[in-house]
């Protein structure tokens, strides 16, 4: 059983929407990491947290502890925002463990 | 504007020549990260470094994968002999305990 998964695994959507991606983890895992990769293949860290809620521009990060569960929001969506999005979880604090991703496309 | 610097970018190789990727991490940072990906597997770690001393290879096959860091400012991981199977992408990550930067990965076909 993967200790970190991901869902949708593919997730289309119209120039505008809100998208949400979630995230389930294990025991075990204590901080989550969400990373996005280009179409071009380079991972960028958007965000990393272990309680509550970060936001930068239109993307938001949220994380329940008790139900061991993340989402990531993207408001108003941007084709530009089309890529894989990630999810990892910190096991030991600093090893990641991958989810398998969600491959998002966002049509003008 | 600091960045993880990885080379070679692109690598094409036979099988059971010897293969050496290299991975500059962000000056000051004291944790590197060599991870693999593949279409099959994803995301993997493969090792991974603070200060200098390897702290977990559990994921590397040991036998021909080995990862060092002879200084803090290079960090290698070198496959002899290589087989078609190790063609993935490879990405170093660095950061203060956590994996925060990633490079831009060194792509490996293995004929």
């Known amino acids: 059983k993967n200790e970190v998964e991901q869902s949708p695994q593919n997730l289309t959507a119209q120039e505008g929407e809100f998208i949400t991606i979630n995230c389930s983890y294990s025991?075990?895992?204590?901080?989550l990491h969400w990373l996005q990769q280009h179409p071009g293949g380079g991972i960028v860290s958007l965000f990393m947290l272990s309680s509550g809620k970060k936001k930068h521009g239109r993307l938001i990060a949220t994380i329940n502890i008790q139900e061991k569960h993340s989402s990531l929001h993207i408001t108003a969506s941007h084709p530009r925002d089309s890529a894989v999005y990630i999810c990892?979880?910190?096991?030991?604090?600093?090893?990641?463990?991958f989810g398998t991703g969600t491959r998002l496309q966002v049509f003008p | 504007d600091a960045r993880v610097t990885q080379t070679p970018r692109h690598k094409v190789t036979e099988m059971g020549q010897e293969v050496t990727m290299r991975c500059q991490p962000i000056l000051g940072h004291n944790t590197v990260f060599w991870y693999r990906q593949t279409m099959m597997q994803g995301l993997e770690l493969l090792a991974y470094?603070?200060?200098?001393?390897?702290?977990?290879d559990s994921g590397m096959p040991k036998d021909r994968f080995s990862a060092e860091m002879p200084d803090a400012t290079l960090a290698t991981l070198k496959i002899q002999p290589s087989e078609p199977r190790d063609s993935a992408v490879y990405f170093c990550a660095s950061g203060l305990g956590a994996p925060g930067y990633f490079g831009p990965g060194t792509r490996l076909l293995v004929l």
């Open positions: 470094f603070r200060n200098r001393a390897p702290l977990d």
């Open positions: 990892a979880g910190f096991h030991n604090t600093d090893k990641l463990i």
């Open positions: 025991v075990g895992i204590s901080a």
